[in-house]
């Protein structure tokens, strides 16, 4: 549900009778806030100055009809579902009027149990319809800002800790696994602090060996070392009043976390080839996928670059441990590969979204990026299903409870016809009554998964 206030409900008849007993019906159910009009012009009064989820409206009435006022609600609110209330002779016209845009219509006599559940419908359209709504929102705005994606309270976490720390000046120590995020974080500290007109520099420490990444750091002069045939400036020098992003931080190499340490103490370092000293304020964002701990004491890594590093921890858990944001992640990565690859994909279907749920992602949101991104190019069908997913996934997804496939039958001619052309019958038949799921049907025909799939190409 979008709404935790009561929905609000607007009854509109000409018949004071017909208008109070719909009253009572809705008011006896306590979630609902009534209001009642006599005509359709006062009734346009009260939609203007509330807002009402649904109209049950009278079709005759004078002054103002049903038909009228359903075209003015629809004006007043796009999310209005319109109920008519009809009498003898005037159901066709209903039907019609439904065209225009009205839910359903109730017709007369009717009981308490028929407006009950047709209000009921109304409402769980309209909140669905709101609820989509949101949902594009909310992907349009994090493709737009490029923030970070979750409901989870987990990654709610990450968010609040992260919009707490963006306005200070603060080194930020960022870890958690391969594939999490960790980039999007850091850019998301950048975007919402005082820096984030200036520039937003990454380094990914784990790249490059350790001589390039001295260079890209610090920069060097011209004649600095064999191929230097110029000046150039460093990551330091280039994020000079932003941020600098050091992603994998811990694979840097001891001489140069010595120089690493100077900078954070008083901001101060030196080109390749140079005696100069420069300045450079920077906001320093560190990443790494190991544990800094754990390098400090084998002595791989400076105890004290640790705690510079580390006055704020941000730890991002593994989307296996925030499940619940992968249907968001998954519909984000499927408008993003739709669009790119100029494809009409509009949805995932509800047993796929299941799947990519009960998999564990050992590469985490990176490899639910490619998931989809293979399932959009793959796909032959308007929705992602269960067969355009990765073997992987479904080798350990056992949905056969699900699947019935009873007094089904095969007619297979004997004579000519092969072992091997029977067994592909009778697979393919099997993987038509699973919904192409290769997973399922294996399972149904007692072979493994990579069993049915090597079957399959052969």
């Not at 017909?18 to 359709?40: H, M, P, Q, W």
């Not at 150039?232 to 994998?248: C, H, I």
């Amino acid at each position: 549900m979008i709404d935790t206030e009561p929905s609000s409900i607007l009854v509109v008849d000409d018949n004071e009778g017909i208008r109070e007993a719909v009253e009572k019906i809705l008011k006896k159910e306590k979630t609902y806030t009534v209001f009642t009009a006599s005509d359709g012009e006062e009734a346009v009064k009260i939609l203007q100055q509330n807002t009402i989820a649904v109209l049950l409206t009278d079709l005759r009435m004078p002054k103002v009809d049903g038909l009228e006022l359903l075209k003015i609600a629809k004006t007043i609110s796009e999310n209005i579902e319109v109920i008519l209330i009809t009498g003898h002779g005037t159901i066709e016209v209903a039907v019609e009027v439904m065209k225009d845009g009205a839910f359903d219509f109730i017709q007369k006599p009717f009981n308490k149990t028929t407006v009950l559940k047709t209000v009921r419908k109304a409402i769980e359209k309209r909140d669905l319809v709101l609820e989509n709504r949101t949902l594009h929102e909310k992907l349009n705005s994090i493709r737009e800002t490029n923030t970070i994606i979750g409901k989870s309270s987990a990654i709610r976490k990450v968010i609040e800790l992260a919009a707490q720390v963006a306005s200070s000046s603060a080194t930020i120590l960022i870890s958690g696994e391969s594939g999490v995020g960790k980039e999007i974080v850091a850019l998301a500290i950048h975007n919402f602090s005082s820096r984030n007109k200036k520039s937003f520099i990454k380094v990914s420490c784990a790249a490059l060996p350790e001589t390039l990444l001295e260079a890209e750091l610090f920069g060097y002069e011209r004649g600095a070392f064999t191929g230097a045939f110029s000046r150039k400036e460093g990551r330091f020098e280039l994020a000079n009043e932003g941020t600098l992003f050091l992603d994998e931080v811990g694979d840097i190499n001891p001489s140069i976390q010595v120089k690493l340490l100077r900078v954070l103490q008083n901001g101060e370092f030196e080109r390749l080839g140079s005696g100069k000293t420069l300045q450079a304020n920077i906001r320093l964002i560190a990443a790494t996928n190991a544990s800094l701990k754990d390098l400090v004491k084998n002595k791989k890594f400076r105890e004290d670059l640790y705690y510079r590093l580390n006055v704020i921890n941000i730890e991002i858990p593994p989307l296996r441990e925030r499940k619940e944001d992968i249907p968001l992640l998954a519909h984000h990565f499927l408008n993003i590969y739709s669009k790119k690859n100029n494809r009409t994909i509009t949805g995932i279907t509800k047993e796929s979204i299941t799947i990519l749920q009960k998999y564990n992602w050992p590469g985490n949101v990176r490899e639910l990026e490619n998931t989809i991104e293979r399932a959009v190019i793959l796909t032959k069908e308007k929705e992602i299903t269960p067969s355009d997913l990765p073997p992987d996934l479904l080798i350990n997804f056992d949905n056969t409870e699900n699947v019935t496939i009873a007094n089904k039958t095969l007619s297979i001619p004997l004579g000519k016809i092969t072992l091997k052309d029977i067994e592909k019958i009778v697979m393919e038949e099997t993987l038509k009554q699973s919904g192409g799921n290769k997973n399922i049907a294996s399972k149904i025909l007692g072979v493994s998964a990579r069993t049915l799939y090597r079957k399959m190409d052969e």
